[in-house]
């Protein structure tokens, strides 16, 4: 909703102060379509060309959340440190071995299940991954924070593919527009017999496709991509708060301090108060 909003205020100031300042809006929009045609369709195809399959399935499989709000929410981090809690104090008191048919099979978990984030596919990955490790014994707190700092690094890098490629075609634009413009000026130059009202509608139409890929640039494509950045990053984040509950309980602390340690790497925006989640817990 706010990105929907936020074209139409950003179009329609600058639209509407062209308008206000006299100028003729049937120029821009005869030319519209051709301009389109040539930014946009050189802009694709080069986009093609400099991405990977998997990154361009990546981004068109992320641009949709764009438009989207935010999963990652107080209530789900709650959720996801009930989840956590749950299943380190059955740990605590039954043992790591209590807990080898959740990790083994999250899908038949009463835990996992009875948390709608414990129906996450990456959460739950990354969660059964590092529990099993905790079960088997074989590697100690340093080890495994090591790994899953490595995994949650390929994490990053992956998730910012699309946003990288976003940035380049947003880089890209401008130049896009400059040679929708070159083309124009081309065509005027070849009608030099003309009339000049007619050379001057040429000419006109020939800088929109500087104006266009311009606006196309810093308008559309580069808001959007600083928006599935931070997208992107929210991701990160909930595997950190897993990272450090784990670890901290790996390191000897009981459920709740272990919890309160996940609690302090989110972002203020979402973090709950410490009665928050006790309260939330407590309940579940």
Not at 1 to 8: D, E, N, R
Not at 135 to 155: C, K, P, R, W
Not at 190 to 204: D, K
Request: glycine letters at 12%.
């Amino acid at each position: 909703m706010f990105v929907i909003i936020g074209y139409l205020v950003a179009l329609g100031c600058i639209f509407g102060g062209y308008i206000i300042h006299g100028g003729n809006i049937a120029v821009v929009l005869h030319a519209l379509p051709i301009e389109l045609m040539v930014i946009g369709g050189g802009a694709i195809g080069a986009f093609v060309v400099n991405n990977q399959p998997k990154v361009l399935k990546a981004t068109l499989k992320m641009l949709p959340t764009a438009f989207k709000g935010s999963k990652y929410t107080k209530a789900r981090y709650m959720e996801l440190m009930a989840l956590l809690y749950d299943i380190l104090q059955k740990a605590r008191k039954d043992g790591l071995m209590s807990i080898e048919k959740d990790v083994e099979a999250p899908n038949d978990s009463p835990i996992f299940q009875k948390y709608k984030v414990g129906k996450d596919h990456h959460v739950v990955e990354f969660t059964t991954d590092y529990l099993r490790m905790m079960v088997s014994g074989n590697l100690n707190a340093h080890e495994i924070e090591s790994l899953m700092d490595s995994e949650i690094e390929t994490h990053h890098q992956e998730t910012h593919g699309p946003v990288s490629a976003i940035a380049r075609l947003a880089g890209g634009l401008p130049a896009f527009g400059i040679v929708a413009a070159v083309l124009g000026v081309v065509n005027t130059m070849g009608s030099v017999g003309q009339p000049p009202a007619v050379l001057g509608g040429m000419i006109g139409s020939a800088l929109v496709g500087t104006f266009l890929g311009i606006l196309l640039a810093y308008g559309i494509v580069e808001p959007l991509g600083g928006l599935l950045e931070q997208k992107a990053d929210d991701g990160s984040k909930e595997l950190q708060c897993i990272k450090t509950t784990l670890l901290a309980s790996m390191q000897g602390y009981n459920p709740t301090t272990a919890i309160e340690f996940g609690r302090k790497v989110l972002y203020s925006t979402e973090r709950p108060s410490f009665s928050e989640l006790e309260t939330h817990v407590k309940r579940k």
